[in-house]
């Protein structure tokens, strides 16, 4: 129970942050694009990561799994990706995150 709340508790945390700072405006509504971008492009998936990482028991990890796992997920964003920008015909940035 505890490595979960360890993995997602700061991710929950980050988001309740940002949720505070937009209610009360600390934060001048001109500024907070590029606070978004900070936090969906760099902190989170970096938090996300390391969280990742330091609970991963890697001397029991079958690499058969993490290849399925990790490959497939690839597939599915690029797939997501691509239909992004050819049938939707949005911006780089926004397939991405719709691949995500």
Known sequence: MFPLLEIVLPIFAVVFV?????????IKADRVNGLADFTFFIAIPAL????????????????????????????????????GLRVFRIRLEEAAMLGL
């Open 48 to 83: 996300m990561f390391r969280s990742v990482v330091r609970n991963i028991r890697w001397e029991t990890a079958d690499p058969g799994v993490l290849l399925a796992y990790f490959g497939s997920g690839l597939v599915v964003y690029g797939v997501a990706l691509v239909i």
């Open 18 to 26: 940002g949720w505070l700072v937009g209610r009360f405006e600390v």
